[in-house]
């Protein structure tokens, strides 16, 4: 007895299987949107940042007005900086060397977790960062990246423990252990901005993803991520 292509059977239900719309490798169209869309953010900030004033008065005061984090704005009622603060940069190479680990860290757990899931670990590494810069250092203006992107790596650790792919936590491990060396005695670097970001990175990452790799409410999660940040632009408002 013999089968047309159209008839022969499929044990393996191959066909059912096959994603319908890929990239060469099986990784869905849209997974680095989110993250495109971030490091357009901050690239676009930083341009708007030199537009505004020249370098000098970025380092004399700009980074202030701007939206830095700085403890006795923060008091004042200017909740916003708490977010603004995290896509601001001194200078290009700052800005440079955050959007190379953004891609590298957002990438990697874009494709271990999905690009929802990047965003809510990105958003909990920056508001981690933030508050425990206000907790730790308040006196000290912070700006950059950096507490997120600490965020995310906090993150790919969990997601690799969590999902057991070694190579992801191992990577993670050692991407963490080489950031925080290297910048321990560095002045200016906000060890309290890298902690924060890499705790609430790590807590989110745990949360959001179980043994079977699913996110039990990706809505909630994002809804909730979302009333944050609106009670925060409104209080900033109303105080």
């Given at each position: 007895m013999s089968y047309t292509p159209?008839?022969?059977?499929?044990?393996f239900n191959t066909a059912a299987r096959q994603p319908r719309s890929t990239r060469d490798g099986g990784e869905p169209?849209?997974?680095?949107?989110?993250?495109?869309?971030?490091?357009?953010?901050?690239?676009?900030?930083?341009?708007?940042?030199?537009?505004s004033a020249p370098f000098s008065d970025m380092m004399n005061g700009g980074l202030v007005e701007h939206g830095g984090l700085w403890g006795y704005e923060v008091d004042q009622g200017q909740w916003w900086r708490?977010?603004?603060?995290?896509?601001?940069?001194?200078?290009?190479a700052h800005l440079f060397g955050n959007l190379i680990a953004l891609l590298i860290l957002g990438g990697v757990l874009s494709v271990a977790a999905g690009?929802?899931?990047m965003l809510l670990v990105y958003a909990a590494g920056l508001l981690g960062s933030?508050?425990?810069?206000l907790v730790f250092d308040p006196?000290?203006?912070?700006?950059?990246?950096?507490?997120?992107i600490f965020g995310l790596?906090?993150?790919?650790?969990?997601?690799?423990?969590?999902?057991?792919?070694?190579?992801?936590?191992?990577?993670?491990?050692?991407?963490?252990?080489?950031?925080?060396s290297s910048t321990l005695f560095v002045p200016g670097i906000s060890q309290a901005g890298h902690f924060g970001g890499l705790v609430a990175g790590a807590f989110a990452g745990a949360l959001l993803v179980d043994d079977g790799a699913r996110l039990r409410s990706e809505r909630?999660?994002?809804?909730?991520?979302?009333?944050?940040?609106?009670?925060?632009?409104?209080?900033?408002?109303v105080v």
């Open positions: 159209s008839s022969r059977p499929d044990p169209l849209g997974t680095f949107t989110a993250l495109a869309v971030l490091v357009a953010i901050n690239v676009i900030v930083f341009l708007i940042e030199l537009a708490i977010i603004t603060s995290g896509f601001l940069h001194a200078n290009g690009q929802l899931r933030s508050f425990s810069v006196n000290t203006l912070t700006v950059g990246a950096s507490g997120a790596a906090g993150g790919a650790l969990l997601v690799g423990w969590r999902q057991r792919r070694w190579l992801l936590l191992v990577f993670a491990a050692l991407w963490i252990a080489y950031a925080l909630a999660a994002a809804g909730m991520v979302a009333v944050l940040l609106v009670i925060l632009f409104a209080g900033a408002l």
